[in-house]
């Protein structure tokens, strides 16, 4: 299935990340990565920092020197996955005792040291925040040391590290533009694993993009946990802003977005993951006066229930959340809307259950990302809450939600027939090689006859047949 851009990206999961081939070194590293955007984003960074080391990568972990899997936390079978994928390095370990196997990402900042006492066969173990550690790390292993840095900064955010842009097709790149979460959602482990949030530098994150735009990447995406939330006034932790007058002359995520928009009107941008409680109005008015950010906005509400919302923690109300849709709706007629749902959280009842499926009725997503509630150690809900719902109630609560989301996206497909859409080329279809596939401004994937296009140019593509998640047509331009 060709799919639209996703947070949890399951066609990359465990994905082993590719340097250009140009790029050489003496060492070999197997870098494989797991869990979100933002992983697969920091990833590059790995990449970029032992790239200056004198490595390079290798599809093949057997013939790899080092080992690294940048890890999840997010939910328990995110992390079953890279204990099952470690037993696969252990006999590659077995047969190359000088192989050296690290463990990145927030499963490592989660776990700690504790990681090398329940997994013999890992010797480096990494948080989120320590990356520019690495060379020192992998000397100390070398020196016949295990090595472990899970230092959370209130400082770092990469900003001076160029990514290394890994297996790209030179369109699409992302590009982070903060770090961590203040939010607290009682369900998640993100601020445990990734620290407190703190903001980029806005002119190193122009830069970046200006730099890429140069390389002849055309669509961006800007990452953060909470991206409304970017707020920068010279650094530091979000926490720490505190003055009126840091407050004014800071950079805010609207300001941002303008200022990303203007560098081309061929460089599209798209950014990711809004928060309903930190979503303003003046962002929605950026992205209208700017045809180049695309009309879409993942706007998560995790439940219909404004009791479940409030022992989620989450800082708004049912009523709060359909409020800002029709906001969306008034400032942005065209634009696609997606979520991500929780289902089974502790205490949810069957009428709880039912206002998600009737909001997201109400709110005709294009897309949702659906899961099951997975209790997480030293979350809020783990300390405060039991988690009470049977396994079969939540798979069965799951399934209604996954069907009434098939029925409405494929619904929202249909609306988009029998109109031109700017698509921006990105690949050859999995469907056919005669065809390119790319994407219209609300992220669906449009395919369509190659004729005389490359990848990075735009076409506009008039749409008259379709599947349920994609569009098919013919160039008219
Ligand atoms: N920061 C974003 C937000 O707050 O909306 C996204 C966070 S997370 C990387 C992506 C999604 O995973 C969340 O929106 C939520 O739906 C889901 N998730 C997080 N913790 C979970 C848990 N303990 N159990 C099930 N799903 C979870």
Not at 185 to 207: K, L, N, Q, W, Y
Request: glycine share 6%; charged share 30%; with cysteine.
């Amino acid at each position: 299935m060709e799919e639209a851009e996703k947070i949890i990206d399951e066609n990359r999961q465990g994905e082993a990340l590719m340097l250009p081939t140009n790029v050489t070194g003496n060492k070999k590293m197997y870098l494989e990565s797991y869990g979100c955007q933002m992983n697969f984003a920091d990833s590059e960074i790995v990449a970029s920092i032992l790239t200056e080391g004198g490595f390079t990568t290798t599809k093949d972990f057997n013939e790899a020197d080092v080992i690294f899997v940048n890890t999840c936390a997010i939910r328990d079978n995110a992390e079953q996955r890279v204990r099952t994928r470690l037993t696969d390095f252990r006999k590659a370990k077995k047969k190359n005792p000088d192989l050296i196997i690290g463990v990145l990402g927030c499963m490592a900042e989660r776990l700690k040291d504790k990681f090398l006492d329940e997994e013999k066969i890992v010797d480096i173990v990494v948080g989120p925040d320590a990356y520019r550690d690495l060379p020192n790390l992998i000397f100390k292993v070398e020196g016949g040391q295990k090595a472990v840095n899970v230092i959370l900064s209130k400082e770092e955010t990469y900003a001076d590290i160029t990514p290394v842009r890994l297996d790209t097709n030179g369109v699409n790149a992302f590009i982070s533009i903060m770090r961590g979460c203040d939010n607290m959602c009682s369900f998640c482990v993100v601020p445990f694993t990734r620290g407190r949030e703190r903001s980029r530098d806005p002119e190193s994150i122009v830069a970046e993009a200006k730099d890429l735009f140069a390389k002849g990447y055309r669509e961006i995406t800007l990452l953060g946990q909470n991206v409304d939330s970017y707020i920068y006034a010279g650094g530091g932790l979000k926490k720490e802003i505190l003055t009126e007058e840091q407050r004014t002359s800071a950079t805010t995520f609207a300001q941002l977005l303008e200022m990303v928009a203007q560098i081309n009107p061929d460089l599209r941008i798209r950014y990711s993951t809004s928060n309903p409680r930190d979503m303003t109005d003046d962002v929605l008015h950026v992205m209208a006066k700017y045809e180049n950010i695309c009309k879409n906005i993942h706007l998560p509400v995790q439940s219909g229930s404004s009791r479940i919302l409030e022992a989620m923690n989450r800082g708004y109300t049912r009523e709060f959340y359909q409020e800002r849709i029709l906001a969306i709706r008034k400032i942005l007629p065209d634009c696609g809307i997606s979520s991500d749902i929780i289902t089974g959280f502790c205490t949810e009842t069957e009428e709880d259950h039912q206002q998600t499926l009737s909001l997201m009725e109400w709110a005709d997503y294009d897309f949702s990302f659906m899961f099951a509630y997975s209790e997480r150690p030293n979350t809020l809900a783990e300390r405060k809450f039991d988690d009470d719902i049977p396994e079969e109630i939540k798979k069965r609560r799951i399934a209604e939600v996954i069907a009434l989301q098939q029925k409405l996206s494929e619904r929202k497909t249909k609306t988009h027939l029998n109109r031109i859409h700017r698509v921006l080329i990105e690949r050859t279809s999995k469907r056919s090689d005669e065809m390119w596939s790319g994407r219209n401004s609300q992220n669906i994937v449009v395919v369509f006859p190659k004729g005389n296009f490359k990848p990075g140019e735009y076409a506009d593509v008039f749409v008259d047949k379709c599947t349920a998640t994609t569009l098919i047509g013919r160039v008219i331009s």
